[in-house]
């Protein structure tokens, strides 16, 4: 097993040689752009699905059960024959105790999409089973962008999705954590500079 602990040496030499793995282990943290603590930026919401909508396709809720055609709301969308609703991602990040919350949209049958849309409108209670979903959000630097996921109804609450496919790289985060360098690339994505 000495080779073993060989590559683990080196791997923790590389990853406190980069400062910014360091500033991440650090309680107390802030960004350098906006002086936000880091705690506070550990989320990402996508306002659509990665769809071509145009401004005017956007409404509140309700119009999803009156206006044909494309349409974006809140928690709903409709484009073309596709149905998309808003769901969430909590993903565990390694060496922090936050989790990242990841607001994304996944896709839905018609049969599925019908069933959310009737609960939600009736009394907010989830509908009782899970459904088949693929994300419909594209993440920086995570490949392909295709994801089979399972999407799970919650009372008072946006579905929560999670990854079915085990050979995804998506899956491994969901089990294993957002990785330091996952986790700064998408910060800076968002336009922040957690490089200090
Ligand atoms: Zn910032």
Redesign the pocket.
């Known amino acids: 097993m000495r080779w073993l602990k060989k590559v683990t040496r080196v791997f923790e030499r590389a990853e406190s040689a980069d400062p910014r793995l360091d500033l991440l282990a650090r309680p107390g943290a802030s960004?350098a752009?906006?002086g936000?603590p880091l705690e506070n930026?550990f989320s990402l919401a996508f306002i659509a699905p990665n769809v071509p909508l145009t401004e005017k396709d956007q409404h509140n809720n309700c119009a999803v059960q009156t206006e044909a055609g494309n349409i974006l709301t809140p928690d709903f969308c409709r484009f073309s024959d596709d149905l998309f609703v808003r769901c969430v991602m909590n993903l565990p990040i390694r060496g922090r105790p936050e989790t990242f919350l990841l607001g994304c949209w996944g896709s839905l049958s018609k049969e599925s999409f019908q069933s959310y849309r009737d609960h939600f409108f009736a009394d907010g209670s989830p509908p009782p089973l899970p459904a088949f979903s693929w994300i419909a959000n594209h993440l920086p630097g995570v490949e392909p962008t295709m994801v089979a996921c399972e999407m799970v109804f919650r009372p008072e609450l946006r579905p929560e999705l999670f990854v079915l496919d085990d050979t995804h790289p998506l899956y491994r985060i969901q089990t294993d954590g957002l990785s330091p360098q996952t986790l700064i690339g998408w910060l800076e994505n968002m336009g922040?500079?957690p490089t200090g």
């Open positions: 960004c752009c906006c936000e930026l922040h500079r």
